[in-house]
């Protein structure tokens, strides 16, 4: 039988090498820590369908040099990194192109029409439907003013056929009464649900891959044994190989590294996004919400309220600036004047980010029995069983359902 090695145990890696070994496949699911433990323990538990959109378009980089200068602005780059970052940031600039955005809202669009059949497929397999909530997303604004800035948004959700609702104060307030009666308007995406806890999600996949035969080992991959075109033998810090006839790598931010190692460096970095979880927040929250304007979002998850949002560039090993945390709070405190937050403790993960804001999906071009499945950005677990079908689908020799090309490795 094919042995395969699933590199990464967060939600893309668990679904993944839940899919394979469901469909015949031996699979080991390698982490150097616990499944669940990386940015999947740290998510804003959104199943985020209507998020698709470019990080790179015009209206968000024009903003930048602006957000750069505020220590509380919602995009931070560490002024020591930003020689490392040139390259990155030179791609995602180029992604910006309107012709360029268009494919790239297309590409993430396919991937979003997908979500709620691959993860209602999934939750029904792992008897775990019940981890999904059945409210969605409000976005917040204070008046029409904030309402327009975020037009662009809206009017991609129109081309693409994603649904929303605009809603007035005395419905929000219906919806949500703790919210501030500040806010005058907003959005309600009903598919943008939320997950109960998704670090409990990841545990229980794993879990029952492992009910399947699968098997989880906790090590660190660090290179492989490969000939002229494949790879025999994935290498441990601790000197043990793995031996496999094929190999796919999901190690979010991590994957970078382990590219390298087989020739084939992709422009991958860490979007450091930071949180709050707080236990006992003193207010009642059925639906996620998100104030555009203020760069934060609040969940209620995890048995009790995520604060999360902003994103810091500083790389994999900078140690955390929890002033971050604490700016999410503080603005979150803004919509729900009544949140409490003297229990809480604070989280910092990495995103793996790609410069276009699309994930790689698909076959190494360097190594045959390679795959990479990385470059999720904050849409891991949104994308997470999409992701566990279609490369399931390459794996195994299937014809997915959608155009792969958009999320090739070689694109860059």
């Known amino acids: 039988m094919t042995s395969t090695v699933v590199v990464g145990a967060g939600i893309i890696g668990v679904a993944i090498a839940y899919e394979l070994q469901r469909r015949g496949r031996v699979v080991t699911l390698l982490d150097r820590n616990a499944p669940g433990t990386g940015a999947s323990f740290g998510n804003m538990a959104s199943i985020a369908v209507t998020e698709f959109m470019p990080a790179s378009r015009p209206g968000i980089w024009a903003q930048m040099p602006k957000w750069m200068l505020d220590p509380e602005g919602p995009v931070r780059i560490r002024p020591s990194y930003m020689p490392r970052l040139m390259p990155w940031f030179v791609r995602f600039l180029a992604a910006s192109r309107p012709s360029k955005l268009r494919a790239l809202e297309a590409a993430g669009a396919a991937l979003c029409r997908r979500v709620h059949e691959d993860l209602d497929a999934l939750l029904a397999e792992t008897a775990l ?22 037009r662009e948004h809206i009017e991609i959700l ?53 009910a399947l035969g699968g098997s989880v080992d906790q090590g660190e991959a660090v290179g492989f044994e490969h000939g002229e075109s494949d790879i025999s033998a994935v290498v441990l810090r601790d000197g043990r190989k793995i031996v ?4 796919v790598l999901a190690a979010g931010a991590f994957t970078g590294r382990l590219s390298r190692a087989v020739g084939e460096p ?28 203020r760069a934060f979002m609040v969940t209620p998850t995890a048995g009790g309220i995520r604060v999360g949002g902003t994103v810091e560039m500083a790389g994999l090993d900078a140690p955390p600036d929890y002033r971050r945390a604490k700016v999410l709070v503080k603005r979150a405190r ?79």
Not at 129 to 150: I, N, P, Q, V, W
Not at 244 to 247: G, K, L, P
Not at 363 to 370: A, D, G, Q
Not at 389 to 404: E, F
């Open 129 to 150: 439907r019940h981890m999904l909530s059945k409210e969605g997303c409000l976005s917040l604004y204070t008046d029409d003013a904030e309402f327009r800035a975020d």
């Open 158 to 210: 129109d081309r693409f056929g994603f649904r929303y609702e605009v809603i007035g104060a005395n419905a929000i307030r219906d919806l949500e009464p703790a919210l501030t009666t500040k806010i005058g308007k907003a959005v309600l995406f009903p598919d943008n649900r939320s997950i109960a806890d998704p670090h409990k999600l990841v545990v229980a996949i794993a879990d029952k891959f492992q």
């Open 244 to 247: 496999a006839d094929e190999v």
């Open 266 to 293: 992709i422009p991958l970095e860490t979007e450091r996004g930071y949180h709050t979880q707080i236990t006992e927040p003193g207010i009642a929250m059925r639906h996620s919400v998100i104030w555009p304007a």
């Open 334 to 412: 803004e919509a729900l004047p009544e949140l409490q937050a003297h229990r809480a403790s604070e989280w910092m993960g990495h995103r793996p980010a790609l410069p276009d804001t699309v994930p790689m999906i698909g076959p190494s071009s360097r190594r045959k029995n390679l795959w990479y499945a990385t470059g999720h950005g904050h849409l891991g677990l949104t994308y997470a069983a999409t992701t566990g079908r279609l490369m399931a689908d390459l794996v195994t020799g299937v014809q997915p359902p959608v155009d792969m090309k958009p999320y090739r490795v070689d694109r860059f």
